[in-house]
């Protein structure tokens, strides 16, 4: 079932290499890999030597006319911690560290029953951790955000790269390749074979006109109770979330929060530098402005872009999703709106990249009076921005996007029942 517009698909034996598209959206399916099992536990252990070489090394470090510090990877949090930030300083910790280990782990753990053809303890448990972990990792937000703050510190003083930058890029671009090759439609099926859909489930036609209900974890077909109580999936126990019309409430109370939380994270300052004895506090606009003056025009259109272009169209697109979904659509225009959709939840984690370059900068140039930085209250405001409209983007619904369309039919005059690329 495709989990975005709710259409019933069958899906005949796919190859190494192919995928299977959603006739009516063009949501990617299923996509096979050659040695699931192995070549996935082999970029795990990849993934996590990197991760530790990341954690037991100097990660960059910085000297001024012989003053200087070295940090680790772990010292961004660590300081803010110590200057009574704990929501900071533990966002940056699951972001970075926490989360992407507790995933790798996971993913380790099934893998090898896999090899050893026999489920271990607590997998189906496991499993089903995956999919809610992964929209929070930002490894490779992290490294971005170590770049910009790099380019920023460059200027005033020397750059030392610690061999913990090398392994973490790296440790990046690995966890980027595992979660692509997790195949969810075989790890599953290897956990638990029962079949997909019930044998009355009609393909071509949605779900929720059938009264069946996909499971947004495993994507095992349910039948929904006849009670009408609240319905678990019969394979992970996850549980579901039947189409029961248009009903975006929880978005839109979660972007009246982010538009709430905007304002104080634009209008304090971010972070307060202090040079010489003197403080010197800076807005998000009043960084992306410094950094104009100084020529770094690159640097400065990507924080304008994060801290405020991403936030801002993420709001407004939502808003105006949860405004259009109740009207009267065309086909072209449901498929403009699912993309849109697809567009605002991809780029909403990279807005936390100031986040970022400010966890950093606090943690290395600390050197008293002479030379430090330390977090405003603004940097606090605009990680809740992030989490808010990542919240919001999750909760909407898109099958609202397609209401009032039973079948595929319309979907494309000229589309196949379904498309194997």
């Not at 899906?11 to 699931?36: E, I, M, S």
């Not at 910085?62 to 949090?77: P, V, Y």
């Not at 061999?163 to 969810?184: E, G, I, K, P």
């Not at 019969?234 to 982010?258: I, K």
Request: glycine share 6%; proline share 5%.
């Amino acid at each position: 079932m495709c989990h975005e517009c709710d259409l019933l698909v069958a899906l005949p034996p796919l190859a190494v290499g192919q995928k299977a598209d959603c006739p009516r959206c063009g949501h990617t399916l299923v996509r096979r890999h050659a040695n699931p099992a192995e070549r996935t536990l082999a970029l795990v252990l990849a993934t996590l030597v990197a991760l530790g070489l990341s954690v037991a090394f100097p990660f960059i470090g910085f000297e001024l006319s012989g003053i200087g510090n070295r940090i680790e990877l772990t010292d961004s949090a660590a300081t803010l911690m110590g200057l009574h930030q704990p929501l900071m300083a533990l966002c940056v910790l699951l972001t970075v560290i926490i989360l992407p280990a507790v995933y790798l782990c996971s993913l380790g753990w099934l893998c090898a029953g896999a090899l050893l053809r026999r489920p271990l303890p607590r997998s189906h448990q496991i499993a089903r951790t995956l999919r809610h972990v992964t929209p929070w990792m930002m490894a490779d937000v992290f490294v971005i955000g170590t770049l910009v703050s790099l380019i920023k510190v460059i200027g005033m003083a020397d750059i030392e790269l610690g061999l913990s930058f090398w392994t973490f890029c790296a440790f990046a671009l690995l966890l980027l390749l595992t979660t692509q090759s997790v195949d969810r439609d075989w790890l599953w099926f290897f956990l638990d074979r029962q079949s997909m859909a019930p044998p009355e489930a009609k393909p071509g036609h949605t779900a929720s006109s059938q009264g069946l209900c996909g499971c947004p974890t495993c994507g095992m077909i349910n039948r929904l109770p006849d009670d009408g109580g609240k319905a678990r999936c019969g394979r992970c126990d996850e549980r579901l979330h039947p189409w029961h019309g248009v009903n975006n409430q929880a978005t839109l109370a979660l972007l009246a929060a982010s538009v709430i939380m905007y304002l104080p994270a634009n209008l304090y300052p971010i972070m307060i530098t202090t040079s010489l004895g003197s403080s010197s506090p800076s807005t998000i606009l009043g960084g992306v402005l410094l950094f104009v003056q100084h020529g770094d025009w690159p640097i400065a259109f990507i924080i304008f872009t994060a801290s405020v272009v991403v936030p801002v169209s993420k709001i407004l697109a939502l808003l105006w999703l949860c405004r259009v979904v109740s009207r009267e659509q065309h086909q072209l225009d449901r498929l403009r709106r699912i993309r849109l959709y697809r567009m605002t939840e991809f780029v909403g984690r990279w807005s936390m990249v100031d986040v970022f370059v400010v966890a950093i900068l606090v943690a290395l140039i600390r050197n008293g009076n002479l030379m430090s930085i330390e977090p405003g209250p603004a940097a606090l405001a605009f990680a809740a921005v992030v989490v808010l409209t990542m919240l919001a983007a999750m909760l909407f619904d898109q099958r609202s996007i397609w209401a009032g369309t039973d079948t595929g039919q319309d979907n494309n005059d000229n589309a196949k029942e379904s498309e194997y690329v």
